[in-house]
T-cell receptor, first 113, second 114 residues
Framework: KQEVTQIPAALSVPEGENLVLNCSFT??????LQWFRQDPGKGLTSLLL?????REQTSGRLNASLDKSSGRSTLYIAASQPGDSATYLC????????????FGSGTQLTVLP | EAGVAQSPRYKIIEKRQSVAFWCNPI?????LYWYQQILGQGPKLLIQ????????DSQLPKDRFSAERLKGVDSTLKIQPAKLEDSAVYLC????????????FGEGSRLTVL
């Protein structure tokens, strides 16, 4: 059974810092990995999707990397802003026929002005 | 393009009562998911539909939870009778085809069971 872990559970940084969020998964047989953002009381917004054959994806100030063999992914946020404050969730899609999405518990990020 | 619609946004009930949540996915999306998100945790898949057929309901507590997707469009999730531990946000998501990762989520229905 796939398990996804995110460390740290919470992070507080001053504005302008570069930061890294970590995600690890137990079963390397994944189809892809996705990072989501969740604002309080809201649903999930997809940020980046990395296919299993890819090493990284970039979107603006966000860069996500994937090391399937070690079961790890990182989300790098450059020049953080108060508007980046949210919970960031990592999810993996298994390679099975159902392509089930398994989520981590998230990292709650606070960027202080 | 309209997003995934869910209702009600909030619901407070007493234990042993019943509740139903409704989801309207993005037009043309064949796959629909219901997730349960308990405070401080990541979403947990309850059930996945492909059109109006169930693909995966292995984590759905079938003694109290039921879901249907008639005509392969809208879906309802029902809880009867509710327990205190059912307090959570119920998220609906849809995608054009399974496994692409392009999931689109609704804003969720927050359930409080007293």
């Amino acid at each position: 059974k796939q398990e996804v872990t995110q460390i740290p559970a919470a992070l507080s940084v001053p504005e302008g810092e570069n930061l890294v969020l970590n995600c690890s998964f137990t079963d390397s047989a994944i189809y892809n990995l996705q990072w989501f953002r969740q604002d309080p009381g809201k649903g999930l917004t997809s940020l980046l999707l990395i296919q299993s054959s890819q090493r990284e994806q970039t979107s603006g100030r966000l860069n996500a990397s994937l090391d399937k063999s070690s079961g790890r992914s990182t989300l790098y946020i450059a020049a953080s802003q108060p508007g980046d404050s949210a919970t960031y969730l990592c999810a993996v899609i298994s390679s099975g026929s159902a392509r089930q999405l398994t989520f981590g518990s998230g990292t709650q990020l606070t960027v202080l002005p | 393009e309209a997003g995934v619609a869910q209702s009600p946004r909030y619901k407070i009930i007493e234990k042993r009562q019943s509740v139903a949540f409704w989801c309207n996915p993005i037009s043309g999306h064949a796959t629909l998911y219901w997730y349960q998100q308990i405070l401080g945790q990541g979403p947990k898949l309850l059930i996945q539909f492909q059109n109006n057929g169930v693909v995966d309901d292995s984590q759905l507590p079938k003694d109290r939870f039921s879901a249907e997707r008639l005509k392969g469009v809208d879906s309802t999730l029902k809880i009867q009778p509710a327990k205190l531990e059912d307090s959570a946000v119920y998220l609906c998501a849809s995608s054009i085809i399974p496994g692409t990762g392009e999931l689109f989520f609704g804003e969720g229905s927050r359930l409080t069971v007293l």
